[in-house]
Structure formats: C-alpha cells, structure tokens
C-alpha cells in the first residue's frame, strides 16, 4: 500500500534537546511538507520541499530545520530554539503538477518537558 | 489575521439529517478549495475539493457549494453517518501555488448521533 510513514507516533524529550521526526512516503510524489497542529487550530506550514536538495521556508519555520536528500524522506528537526515545540506534527505529499490534494501521515505527537 | 476561517468549533446532527459545515475566507486570490476529514490521532484525508469556475461539486453524499461573491463555501453531508463524526478542515489556495501551501481553517468537529 503507498503511503505516508510517520514515526515515532508519540515522542517524548527534554527541554534543550534536539529531535528529529521521521517521515518517509512510498507515493513517488516530488512535493513534501511539514505542518503543526495545535488544539483547536488548524495545521500551520512549517517547511515545504518541492524537489530532492531544495526546501523553502512555511509560515512558522522558527526552530525547525528540515533536509531533502532523497525523494523518498523528508525529516524535520526541532530544535531547542524551538519556544512551543509540544505539538501535534504531520506530515503531507503531494504531485508537484497543478493543484493535487494532500497525502498526510498519522502524525508524531512530541511532547516536551 | 486569518484568512480561512470556520465560525462554528462543533456541530451535532441526528443519523439521516443533512449536516452543513461553513467556512469563510478573505483573500480574494484563492481560487481552489479543498477539504479534508480527520479522526483522532490520525492525518487529515482529503474529502472534495472545488474550483473557483465552479460553484457546486458533488461526490456522492459530499456537495461543496462555493459563493464567490460573498467568500464563502459550504460542505453539505446527506444523509449523515455516525462514521461522518470528524474534524473537518476547510483550506484554500491558488491555483498557481501548490496545494500543500493551503491555508486552512481551525476545524469544525461533527458529531453524528444514532
């Protein structure tokens, strides 16, 4: 079945710690993306990579940092510089061509203490 | 400022009932509009998108009507399932953007009752 792969599913750290979620997708898309969820909000763009080597900054990139080396992978680190960072994390793919819906994965939900 | 907005956090429809979900939104370049469903602890799944050459698209028992003029679209859901019981989230974006650089509302959580 293709898909998106989020892992861990729940995560937990230490305040001052890096960590970074995995997201991996079996689509054959070019576009990823990154979005955190609060409660009660909707999904905010954190970083977005619409080819292998390139990304751009989302809305809310301070904090985060991302890497595209394969098509496949598209990981995100949250840093300590991060001031919010308990969150609900997703990640999506999509077809680069026109306008095509979203794929997400269930999710990573870090908590920081 | 926010330029999606769903007015309403909840709404409870009884099994059978019609259930309508609004959303509004203020950016007069968005021309194509999705929505998505999600369960809990799961990712959104995309449920039915509209054009903005378009003011009605139907799939199945989802129709999403698009006003325009006054910036505003709706998802009409009939007759409704207990399954339907979701967060649904309304987004927007230009057709010259990708689709991943959506704007999204904050959700409405529909609770279908038997």
């Known amino acids: 079945d293709g898909g998106i792969t989020q892992s861990p599913k729940y995560l937990f750290r230490k305040e001052g710690q890096n960590v970074t979620l995995s997201c991996e997708q079996n689509l054959n898309h070019d576009a990823m993306y990154w979005y955190r969820q609060d409660p009660g909000q909707g999904l905010r763009l954190i970083y977005y990579?619409?080819?292998?080597?390139?990304?751009q900054k989302g809305d809310i990139a301070e904090g985060y940092s991302v890497s595209r080396e394969k098509k496949e992978s598209f990981p995100l680190t949250v840093t300590s510089a991060q001031k919010n960072p308990t969150a609900f994390y997703l990640c999506?793919?999509?077809?680069?061509?026109?306008?095509?819906?979203?794929?997400f994965g269930n999710g990573t939900r870090l908590t920081v203490t | 400022d926010q330029q999606v907005k769903q007015n309403s956090p909840s709404l409870s429809v009884q099994e059978g009932r019609i259930s309508i979900l609004n959303c509004d939104y203020t950016?007069?370049?968005?021309?194509?509009f999705l929505w998505y469903k999600k369960y809990p602890a799961e990712g959104p799944t995309f449920l039915i998108s509209i054009s903005s050459i378009k003011d009605k698209n139907e799939d199945g028992r989802f129709t999403v009507f698009l006003n325009k003029s006054a910036k505003h679209l709706s998802l009409h859901i009939v007759p409704s399932q207990p399954g339907d019981s979701a967060v649904y989230f309304c987004?927007?974006?230009?057709?010259?953007?990708?689709?991943?650089?959506?704007?999204f509302g904050d959700g409405t959580t529909l609770t279908v009752k038997p």
């Open positions: 950016n007069s370049m968005f021309d194509y």
């Open positions: 990579s619409q080819i292998v080597n390139d990304f």
């Open positions: 987004a927007a974006t230009n057709y010259n953007t990708n689709a991943g650089k959506s704007t």
């Open positions: 999506a793919s999509s077809m680069q061509q026109g306008v095509s819906p979203l794929h």
